[in-house]
């Protein structure tokens, strides 16, 4: 795998790197040439993945700030720099209405999904980036621009992390650009339980005709964190196969939403 853009010389951190976006990610920017330290909870997988892409990691929970700081004080011992973040951990969960969802699984669903990003950012901020510059990529969701049945702990954090995004961008420059990706249903485990039950279903709903890939995100964030995106910043890319326009062609409705409501309140 090649990549058009060049981060030879560069380091990057990615969380959850072991499985579906994040390992699309962690690859891509290992193709692009960049030294790649990546982080999830499962040690065997983090070590695999390492390996794999010629690299290190940690194995930890981005929950936890001391796995954090690990994370950035890993990659300045190996690598001796930090160039890109991106913060791709994250949970579905709490799954159900918003009424029934219990104080620590709404605190949790906002320590992993909008704290820990914060955390490693500001980490690699002080270890790094405040001197020497770099590029934060956040992985949000097209979610975040609406409501859904059953997703409200869920889209309330990213539609937080989106805002998180912006606030950042308009501290951390010039130095450092802080940008987001916003994925639609792409084939990941996270999301098996929308699209498994009917995808030709909800790609048929969809203008460009299919679900989204990991590896269509990663595209995104390698140029979002390389220099062919060097006069952007705050911004959210979407890359949603048309979700937000679907309206406006011949199939109408949302599958996706359909198959959320029907799930009622059963866990992803």
């Not at 892409?53 to 001391?66: E, F, I, K, M």
């Not at 979610?143 to 869920?154: D, K, L, S, T």
């Amino acid at each position: 795998m090649t990549s058009p853009y060049r981060l030879q010389g560069r380091t990057a951190i990615v969380t959850g790197a072991t499985r579906g976006i994040g390992h699309a990610v962690a690859r891509h920017l290992a193709a692009a040439g960049a030294l790649v330290c990546v982080t999830a909870r499962d040690a065997e997988e983090v070590r695999r993945t390492a390996a794999e892409l010629g690299g290190v990691g940690a194995a930890g929970s981005v929950a936890d700030p001391d796995h954090l700081r690990a994370v950035v004080d890993l990659t300045l011992r190996e690598f001796g720099r930090i160039d890109v973040v991106v913060n791709n951990a994250a949970t579905n969960l709490p799954y159900g209405p918003l009424m029934d969802v219990e104080p620590l699984a709404w605190r949790e669903a906002f320590t992993v999904n909008v704290e820990a990003p914060l955390r490693l950012v500001q980490c690699a901020w002080h270890a790094w980036m405040r001197e020497h510059g770099g590029a934060v990529v956040n992985v949000c969701t097209e979610g975040a621009g609406h409501v859904g049945p059953n997703i409200g702990a869920y889209g309330t954090s990213k539609a937080a992390l989106l805002h998180l995004t912006q606030q950042l961008a308009g501290e951390l420059g010039p130095k450092v650009r802080v940008n987001s990706v916003s994925p639609g249903l792409v084939r990941t485990e996270m999301a098996r339980f929308v699209w498994e039950p009917g995808e030709e279903e909800v790609a048929a709903g969809l203008p460009l005709g299919r679900i989204g890939e990991p590896e269509d995100v990663a595209r995104a964030v390698v140029w979002l964190a390389s220099d062919a995106a060097e006069w952007v910043t705050g911004a959210d890319l979407l890359v949603d196969g048309g979700t937000r326009v679907r309206a406006a062609g011949a199939a109408t409705g949302s599958a996706v939403q359909e198959h959320l409501r029907t799930r009622g309140t059963a866990t992803p």
